[in-house]
């Protein structure tokens, strides 16, 4: 895990870094969505509600268009789709505790599950490993953002 900029940005995830949302392959060729560190902090840290659209759930969601709202004393803002796919589960655990999205956005505090239209292909625009960090550090660094 990479400490950028007092943000916790583990470099084995793919990231929307515009989006500030990151995807990780599981079994089945599902991919696993959630907020970034870096987005729970951009929310004001104490989250009251992380929604999945339940008319999405079996739909497809575009690449960067919306698949949940993260909702805050501060912010209300949409959680964008990484990847193009369809949308298959919320995390039920955010209904009754949606900081979890901001406790261990990597673990539990997950934001729902999709099945890519096109991994392969649109993995190639998300940025991941040692160059991943680098390009989210440049990020965080242009607009100004630390998490400390």
Not at 46 to 53: M, N, P, S
Not at 67 to 80: I, Q
Not at 112 to 141: C, F, R
């Amino acid at each position: 895990m990479a400490d950028v900029r007092g943000c916790n940005l583990p470099d084995d995830l793919y990231y929307l870094v515009e989006k500030h949302v990151w995807a990780k392959p599981i079994e089945g060729g599902i991919v696993r969505v959630g907020i970034t560190a870096v987005a729970a902090k951009l929310s004001g840290g104490k989250l009251a509600a992380v929604t999945v659209k339940a008319k999405n759930i079996g739909q497809e969601v575009k690449q960067s268009k919306s698949l949940a709202t993260v909702e805050s004393s501060k912010f209300v803002g949409p959680v964008p789709a990484p990847v193009t796919g369809i949308l298959l589960r919320a995390n039920e655990k955010l209904a009754t505790d949606p900081n979890l999205a901001v406790s261990d956005p990597y673990g539990e505090g997950w934001v729902a599950e999709m099945q890519p239209s096109d991994w392969e292909g649109e993995k190639s625009v998300l940025a991941t490993g040692a160059d991943g960090i680098a390009a989210y550090q440049a990020k965080l660094e242009a607009d100004g953002i630390s998490c400390s």
